[in-house]
């Protein structure tokens, strides 16, 4: 801590702050993580607010949470966010979602975290019941707290986290335990298998379970601190906790990392193409090192179908580069799989640089994965908003040190995630459409875009999350709202609210596109109106903006206003309002400006955009 101290001495409480920031994603020592959060405490009064999300979660559960709230808050900075925790009391979770005047309910959380320990469970059946009551009383225990978590969720308007239940590290009943309906373990197997199937969609499954388990239940179970305090987990385990929590916490606000750089030469395979040759390199059966490496390359597979985008970047010739993915037959991967591909002697930052522009995405998208130490110190230098994953030097190590790290995790799955890379490799195609054709209206009309514009509908509530929490460039206002506030303006009766879906002839884009406002006799408020990168500059802001008018048309509206907030990334929405006719009201200190548009004077713009009912 002793940089920390020089910061102090020389009063840069800015450059202190952000590097308590730092250290606190990389600590894991219980020690190191508290010296942080008084450092956090004591900084505190030199600095400005800061500029992250204000969020507010809730701490409740059947065990005590006062250990975790600070090192909660320390990671939710981390982040990027601006807390508030607040903590309910022991065993009060009851109380806290079911009573109007809780505490809960007057802090009015965005995110209620459900810590939950099998320690606190004290009406276990008897170990000899019958399979039929044992399934009984689990079946009870899992409506029971899906009757508060729906209690919670329509008095607070909030998203809800839940643990699983962890094993208990105790085998009274031996190896007899699979055989016996009522064993505590298998009970709990069988709780967390109904809590998985039947919870809600603004439910979140904090896979506890999975955690302890890897890090074995010895150690996250402390039966001392539960007897003095009710604590659910030992100290050194609560630090793991707090960083998976806050990570699952941050990815419903900010979204989470998409985009895996991958390095070749020992990273993908054993050895190195360019001078072994394709026969030459370690990658298959028969052979440790071989095996590490597919192993390695199925976990990639893995995350890649879960909407993790893959690409290379490698230092070498193309022709090499590609060689092992089409002559090998152990390879998991293909060129498939990957969205982009850069394979040169440039210096790798250059090459992520260009393979963020080629996508469109933030650089704080990625996650940089190579073997060589020295490039990933470069990138760390250079590129420090890419995520760097630092390897040993044996493979086999590989899938498990880049799953602790955690950069992927995501509250919820979409449609669009499944279909991701091969989205951006239709964009591929349509640059290359567009590169050939003789003018960009040539090119526009000769995409055959289809557009299909509804209000919210349930089905999509996961997927427009997801867009408002993570979009960035295209981004008017960059507020992040949470499932259950989406869901709320979807219900309402006062909003008007709006998502694009859009096909082309290369394929589904997908839903690309949210906006919402609100209304107050006669005039429309917009709140949110943002669009994927992905589909920039293709006339979709007209098409909507056509859209928009027209309903409000329809409900009496004859003025819609909007704001514009800058932020460092949503520069390309500056002067969108301008764009589609709006006049300026207000320009505020802080930049952010006014916007008014009278209905009666709109006039639709053409788009080479096709309405269509579904495609």
């Known amino acids: 801590m002793d940089e920390l101290q020089a910061l102090w001495d020389a009063e840069d409480w800015p450059g202190a702050a952000r590097r308590v920031r730092e250290l606190a994603l990389e600590a894991e020592d219980y020690t190191?993580?508290?010296?942080?959060?008084?450092?956090?405490?004591?900084?505190?009064?030199?600095?400005?607010?800061?500029?992250?999300?204000?969020?507010?979660?809730?701490?409740?559960?059947?065990?005590?949470?006062?250990?975790?709230?600070?090192?909660?808050?320390?990671?939710?900075?981390?982040?990027?966010?601006?807390?508030?925790?607040?903590?309910?009391?022991?065993?009060?979770?009851?109380?806290?979602?079911?009573?109007?005047?809780?505490?809960?309910?007057?802090?009015?959380?965005?995110?209620?975290?459900?810590?939950q320990s099998p320690l606190g469970i004290q009406d276990w059946p008897a170990a000899t019941a019958a399979e039929r009551d044992a399934g009984a009383w689990a079946q009870g225990r899992v409506d029971g707290l899906l009757s508060l978590?729906?209690?919670?969720h329509a008095n607070m308007g909030c998203d809800i986290i839940a643990d699983t239940l962890h094993r208990l590290p105790l085998r009274p009943h031996g190896s007899l335990a699979p055989r016996l309906a009522a064993d505590r373990n298998r009970l709990i197997g069988e709780m967390n298998r109904q809590l998985a199937a039947r919870a809600p969609d603004y439910v979140v499954l904090h896979d506890v379970d999975m955690m302890s388990s890897v890090v074995g239940l010895d150690r996250w179970v402390d039966y001392r601190w539960w007897y003095q305090a009710k604590q659910p987990m030992s100290f050194r385990s609560g630090i793991e906790y707090a960083r998976s929590l806050t990570r699952l916490i941050a990815s419903i606000f900010r979204g989470s990392?998409?985009?895996?750089?991958?390095?070749?030469?020992?990273?993908?395979?054993?050895?190195?193409?360019?001078?072994?040759?394709?026969?030459?390199?370690?990658?298959?059966?028969?052979?440790?090192?071989?095996?590490?490496?597919?192993?390695?390359?199925?976990?990639?597979?893995?995350?890649?179908?879960?909407?993790?985008i893959l690409t290379v970047c490698s230092k070498n010739e193309l022709d090499n580069a590609r060689a092992p993915f089409t002559e090998l037959p152990d390879m998991v991967l293909s060129l498939d799989d990957f969205a982009a591909f850069r394979a040169s002697w440039d210096p790798k930052p250059d090459n992520i640089r260009a393979i963020a522009q080629d996508l469109n995405i933030g650089l704080d998208a990625m996650v940089f994965v190579d073997d060589n130490p020295a490039e990933r110190a470069i990138v760390r230098q250079l590129l420090p908003e890419v995520a760097v994953v630092e390897l040993t030097d044996d493979p086999s190590d590989y899938a498990r040190i880049l799953d602790a790290a955690g950069w992927f995790e995501v509250p919820r799955l979409?449609?669009?995630?499944?279909?991701?890379?091969?989205?951006?490799?239709?964009?591929?195609?349509?640059?290359?459409?567009?590169?050939?054709?003789?003018?960009y209206g040539t090119y526009l009309q000769s995409l055959e875009q289809r557009a299909v514009i509804r209000p919210f509908e349930d089905r999509h509530l996961d997927r427009i999350t997801q867009l408002v929490n993570k979009t960035n460039q295209f981004n008017l206002t960059t507020r992040?709202?949470?499932?259950?506030?989406?869901?709320?303006?979807?219900?309402?009766?006062?909003?008007?609210?709006?998502?694009?879906?859009?096909?082309?002839?290369?394929?589904?884009?997908?839903?690309?596109s949210v906006w919402y406002g609100h209304m107050e006799g006669t005039v429309l408020e917009i709140e949110q109106w943002l669009m994927s990168c992905r589909v920039f500059n293709r006339g979709i802001e007209h098409h909507l903006m056509n859209y928009v008018a027209e309903q409000a048309k329809s409900h009496g509206i004859d003025r819609v206003c909007g704001r514009y907030i800058p932020t460092a990334k949503n520069k390309l929405v500056a002067d969108l309002y301008e764009r589609l006719g709006f006049t300026c009201t207000v320009r505020h200190e802080d930049g952010s400006t006014d916007w008014e548009l009278a209905l009666a004077d709109y006039r639709p713009t053409t788009t080479f955009v096709e309405s269509v009912e579904d495609y």
């Open 32 to 115: 190191a993580v508290m010296s942080l959060v008084r450092w956090r405490k004591r900084l505190a009064p030199h600095l400005a607010p800061t500029d992250g999300n204000a969020v507010r979660v809730a701490l409740l559960g059947n065990a005590t949470t006062e250990f975790l709230a600070p090192i909660v808050e320390l990671l939710l900075e981390a982040h990027g966010l601006r807390p508030s925790v607040h903590l309910g009391g022991y065993d009060t979770l009851a109380w806290e979602c079911l009573q109007p005047d809780s505490g809960t309910a007057a802090f009015g959380p965005d995110v209620i975290a459900v810590v």
């Open 149 to 152: 978590f729906e209690s919670a």
């Open 480 to 512: 992040r709202e949470n499932r259950s506030a989406i869901e709320a303006r979807m219900r309402g009766d006062n909003y008007l609210t709006a998502y694009v879906r859009l096909g082309d002839r290369f394929g589904d884009n997908g839903l690309i």
């Open 414 to 439: 979409s449609q669009e995630d499944t279909l991701r890379t091969q989205q951006y490799q239709a964009n591929t195609q349509r640059e290359e459409l567009r590169s050939s054709a003789d003018d």
């Open 257 to 308: 990392r998409k985009c895996l750089v991958l390095d070749l030469d020992n990273t993908l395979w054993g050895g190195v193409v360019g001078d072994d040759g394709v026969s030459g390199l370690a990658v298959g059966a028969g052979n440790p090192v071989g095996e590490a490496f597919v192993a390695f390359q199925d976990y990639l597979k893995q995350l890649k179908d879960r909407g993790i």
